[in-house]
């Protein structure tokens, strides 16, 4: 960075880069959790499971958008001397920053399932499929404002994450076609700018 440029990481990415992990982290729990008879029965044990994961994924997806949305709404524009930082970091720093976080979640997904098969996979996966649903949110929110958002690399958690967290003071935004991931934090395709 020079002459006062910052690093900047996508919001929409931050949000999304721990989707994929959990989403197969309770996929596979929840397939491992449903071999075990458990307390309450594998049949108890899915539609419990089920539950949780709708009520997890919606959650997740609805929880701080007012935050998100009064950030967006006063983000300053990005200064030609910030760097942006590329879509795969900001995933690999999330995933190294939570890596531990997510083996305990793990972990404690296989073992709930002694007392109710399956459940404690399917609350995790949906915790993955309702930040991939908050991703896809905040993507529409860019095409419909035509700027992506930006937040300062030095504001995210110790653990890379946290967008819109009590450290975040403001967004900054660029035009849709800036970065190398399109609106919501997914790659961009056969690399055309959308």
Request: hydrophobic residues 55%; aromatic residues 8%.
């Amino acid at each position: 960075m020079t002459r006062g440029g910052q690093g900047l990481v996508r919001v929409a990415v931050v949000v999304r880069s721990g989707a994929v992990p959990l989403w197969w982290l309770g996929v596979f729990a929840a397939g491992i959790g449903v071999l075990v008879p458990g307390v309450t029965g594998r049949r108890i044990g899915v539609i419990a499971g089920a539950a949780l994961f709708l009520v997890t994924a919606a959650v997740v997806a609805l929880l701080r958008r007012k935050r998100y949305v009064a950030l967006a709404g006063g983000a300053a524009r990005a200064g030609k001397h910030d760097v942006l930082q590329d879509r795969a970091v900001t995933a690999r720093n999330w995933r190294r920053g939570h890596r531990w976080w997510l083996l305990l979640a793990f972990l404690a997904a296989l073992g709930s399932a002694f007392a109710v098969p399956a459940a404690g996979g399917m609350l995790l996966a949906g915790v993955g499929a309702g930040l991939r649903l908050k991703a896809a949110w905040l993507g529409s929110l860019e095409r419909g404002s035509e700027e992506l958002l930006w937040v300062r690399v030095d504001w995210l958690s110790p653990r890379a994450g946290a967008p819109a967290g009590k450290r975040i003071k403001a967004y900054r935004a660029t035009g849709i076609a800036a970065g190398d991931a399109a609106p919501g934090g997914a790659r961009r395709r056969g690399g055309v700018l959308v």
